[in-house]
């Protein structure tokens, strides 16, 4: 038998098992002896007040063993090619899309633009040592995604979009650690993300799919009949299938500009920009944890903030403890900058984007561009950034209280960016509108979290690619673009999803309509 219960520890007892058994004798009043084991469902960290405590959402079993948290690889049929679709994307949107197609007998041809997971080490050292941007293999392009070089976060609100354990499963089956099945804010590192995006591409070709690295499409083919049906790649190469999931990510402007000149309806959406900001994580293990060292038992802390200013949300985005600010610029002349963290969490900075809510009805002043403003907004940032640091992807930078001063930096704190910083007053840099509600939210945060402004912290512009600012439009049913039959629209770049799992849930509901549309 199974008994759900929640368990409330102190962090040193939180992985001792004979506390767990006890306690749950205890609540359930039964003889500790009865109990053979005790399955840990979730887990989170209760920080809202002194003393921090762990809890466990756990079942107690009587008589019978716990389940095991490891997932068995699956072992996926073979598929032939009379029936094979075209993915443009090796990000989670494609990855998982692909390994649904093989479930349901289809065969996948994913392309890639950038390089294998391994490969694209060599081009990330090259920015950071050199301020050399490859445009097809940097932390935006390349096997993965974005996020293989991003920490790798988990936790998706989007558990009505399908089967969200089932993803978390499947990653565990490729290497994942199991620990992501039962976290609250589960995330793998970017030390171990290679290793399971590796596997997954050879689930695929073992099952009979092609991955192709260096595969850059710069145009779609049709049939006779006007249907979408494959690409054209740099080199020449057309690819042909009975249809294309377009999974190119947020940052894959050339595919937005293709579907413009192509006459196919593209749509401006909403998005975010701002800054990152990093403090020194004992500063926020002491801010959140209530003490003045943090208890190595307990994880580096993180935290949420949000706001609202002047009609526009203001909120932390893609916070990173332990981690490091990284250079996400994926052209010359432009500077990007994201956060992303090891599996151990263990640097000594924590980081997180600042940013502010942009409307549609934010980008009049590039309007002329249509669908694609908010891309040119993007754009015209990240330029800025690029001429104000000097180059060689320099970050420009501001002390946090500075910022709020409206005053020139005479000097930064130590920082975790790797390519250097370049004292710049983001508060002029920063359009006005980004700027003032930047420092209004800031001075609410630091109301909410009292210390978290402090000399200590430092601004690093710009974070402008927190998602895609175009949607690619589609049917709600079939999925398909409404006036691109065979397109299918998929992931974070296409604007329906906002993270890995997000991405992985859609690549998956778009590959069951691709297939669904192959038997009528």
């Not at 309007?367 to 015209?380: K, P, S």
Request: hydrophobic share 40%; charged share 20%.
């Amino acid at each position: 038998m199974k008994t759900p219960l929640e368990l409330v520890l102190a962090p040193e007892h939180a992985d001792d098992q004979a506390t767990w058994r006890a306690q749950a004798a205890l609540q359930l009043g039964v003889p500790v002896e009865t109990i053979t084991a005790v399955q840990v469902c979730k887990r989170s960290v209760d920080a809202r007040r002194a003393p921090v405590r762990i809890r466990l959402q756990v079942e107690v079993c009587t008589g019978e063993p716990a389940a095991p948290l490891e997932s068995p690889r699956p072992e996926y049929r073979p598929v032939r090619g009379d029936r094979r679709v075209i993915i443009v994307g090796a990000g989670p949107a494609g990855l998982f899309a692909a390994l649904r197609l093989i479930e349901l007998g289809v065969k996948p041809i994913v392309v890639e633009r950038g390089k294998d997971v391994q490969a694209r080490r060599r081009d990330l050292a090259a920015i950071h040592k050199q301020g050399i941007v490859d445009p097809d293999s940097n932390y935006c392009f390349g096997e993965g995604g974005a996020g293989t070089y991003s920490d790798g976060k988990l936790y998706t609100r989007a558990t009505k979009r399908g089967n969200v354990a089932g993803v978390l499963r499947t990653l565990v089956a490729h290497g994942a650690p199991p620990d992501i099945l039962i976290d609250a804010h589960p995330h793998i590192g970017s030390n171990r993300l290679p290793i399971v995006v590796t596997a997954l591409r050879e689930s695929i070709r073992r099952a009979g799919g092609e991955v192709r690295f260096g595969t850059r499409v710069i145009d779609l083919a049709c049939d006779a009949a006007a249907r979408v049906c494959g690409v054209i790649a740099a080199d020449g190469v057309e690819l042909t299938g009975g249809a294309v999931i377009l999974a190119t990510g947020h940052s894959a402007r050339d595919i937005f500009h293709l579907l413009q000149a192509r006459s196919i309806r593209l749509e401006a959406k909403p998005f975010a920009m701002g800054v990152r900001v990093e403090h020194p994580q004992p500063l926020i293990d002491r801010l959140q944890y209530h003490t003045a060292r943090r208890d190595a038992r307990l994880p580096a802390a993180s935290y949420r903030l949000s706001t609202t200013v002047d009609d526009r949300g203001v909120f932390s985005f893609c916070m990173c403890p332990g981690g490091f600010i990284v250079p996400a610029a994926t052209a010359a002349g432009e500077v990007v900058v994201n956060g992303m963290s090891l599996s151990r969490r263990d640097s000594p900075f924590a980081n997180s984007g600042l940013v502010v809510a942009v409307e549609v009805a934010d980008l009049d002043e590039y309007g002329a561009h249509g669908a694609l403003a908010g891309l040119w907004y993007q754009r015209a940032l990240e330029g800025l950034a690029a001429a104000v640091a000097g180059g060689a992807q320099r970050a420009p930078a501001q002390r946090l209280t500075d910022f709020l001063a409206r005053r020139a930096s005479v000097a930064l704190p130590g920082c975790s960016y790797r390519p250097g910083l370049t004292p710049a007053p983001l508060h002029e840099l920063l359009p006005a509108p980004l700027a003032e509600r930047l420092q209004a939210g800031i001075r609410r945060f630091g109301q909410t979290l009292r210390g978290y402004v402090t000399e200590e912290a430092v601004l690093v512009g710009v974070e402008t690619r927190t998602s895609s600012p175009v949607r690619v439009p589609r049917q709600p049913q079939s999925l398909q673009h409404p006036e691109a039959p065979g397109l299918y629209p998929c992931g974070e770049g296409a604007g329906y999803a906002g993270g890995i799992v997000s991405a992985a849930l859609d690549g998956i509901r778009v590959a069951e309509a691709v297939a669904l549309a192959s038997h009528q």
